[in-house]
């Protein structure tokens, strides 16, 4: 085991997870759909890729949660509703990826699927700014809706099988749906809620894949000893980096990603990327105009950071 992590290959995984680690903290998001994708660009077979970045982030994870629980932020009936769904099938999502082996054609399949979920990561997140910027969600000011049970364990079952299969979808996919089920909760409590529950997910997966497959200590390592002090610094200097500009940033990067393991012809990937850069800002401004807001917010009013209300409460968890 000491061989492997005295390689490049370790190494480039501890540097990736430690820039990973950075955007984490700067931000409140990314995690697996960053560290994943980044993996099997190094190398790593996408099993290998999702069993270890699972066994990591449950750590992670972990450490967020009990600052959250320590504080009496999350809803635990809503997060025990959406754990009853989201463990089961985090498991049934570990045990397909190993009915599917170790083959080119499974590794293949799951690099579609880990591409799909990735462009839907990204399709959520933009859904959350738009709710945030125009709709308030996060604040706490909207109507409180009685918890809907069936359809609360149902958004459960459907983020962990995503997560058991693609390691993908435990915050950003749960937690946008969880503002469409109850857009009048706090930033705050949404966050804490969402923390508690991806928890058990998580490592519900993770021991999924465990049994499974097993994991790659020469790949798991650096990447707890990477992300750890990289979320560490990030939130130290989130302060001083535009957040705003990072989360548009990582929305690219990650349909990018999802494109490319898609498998779309390079040119197409770029041409997606110029499009974004340069049609993106133009949407946004043509949407805030919609509602009355300047086109493009000069630095000082309430909306200069579409998602303030989750961001703030994400920071709290660093």
Do not use: C
Request: charged fraction near 10%.
């Amino acid at each position: 085991m000491l061989d492997g992590l005295l390689t490049g290959d370790a190494l480039s995984v501890l540097l990736v997870s430690l820039a990973v680690g950075v955007v984490v903290g700067l931000t409140g998001m990314g995690g697996g759909a960053l560290m994943t994708p980044a993996l099997i660009f190094l190398g790593v077979p996408p099993t290998a890729a999702v069993a270890n970045d699972l066994v990591a982030a449950a750590f992670n994870k972990s450490v967020g949660a009990a600052v959250h629980a320590r504080r009496g932020s999350p809803d635990l009936r809503l997060a025990g509703l959406l754990i009853a769904g989201s463990v089961p099938f985090a498991l049934a999502g570990a045990f397909l990826v190993g009915r599917l082996g170790s083959g080119e054609e499974a590794q293949s399949l799951l690099r579609l699927l880990i591409g799909a979920t990735l462009l839907l990561t990204a399709a959520t997140y933009t859904l959350r700014v738009y709710g945030s910027v125009f709709h308030r969600w996060g604040t706490g000011d909207g109507p409180q809706r009685p918890v809907r049970v069936v359809p609360t364990v149902l958004v459960g079952a459907v983020g962990g099988l995503l997560v058991g299969v693609t390691s993908v979808g435990s915050g950003s996919i749960i937690m946008v749906t969880l503002l469409l089920l109850h857009p009048g909760m706090s930033a705050k409590r949404l966050v804490g809620t969402d923390l508690v529950q991806a928890v058990p997910l998580v490592v519900a997966a993770a021991i999924g894949h465990v049994v499974v497959s097993g994991v790659d200590w020469a790949v798991l390592i650096p990447l707890v000893v990477g992300g750890a002090p990289g979320t560490f610094v990030g939130a130290r200097i989130s302060a001083w980096v535009p957040s705003q500009a990072v989360r548009r940033g990582i929305v690219i990067v990650l349909t990018l990603t999802g494109l490319s393991l898609l498998r779309l012809p390079p040119t197409a990937v770029g041409a997606t990327g110029a499009a974004l850069l340069v049609l993106g800002p133009l949407g946004w401004a043509l949407l805030r105009r919609m509602h009355g807001m300047p086109a493009f917010s000069g630095g000082s009013g309430p909306h200069d950071d579409p998602d303030v209300p989750v961001a703030a409460a994400a920071a709290e968890d660093r």
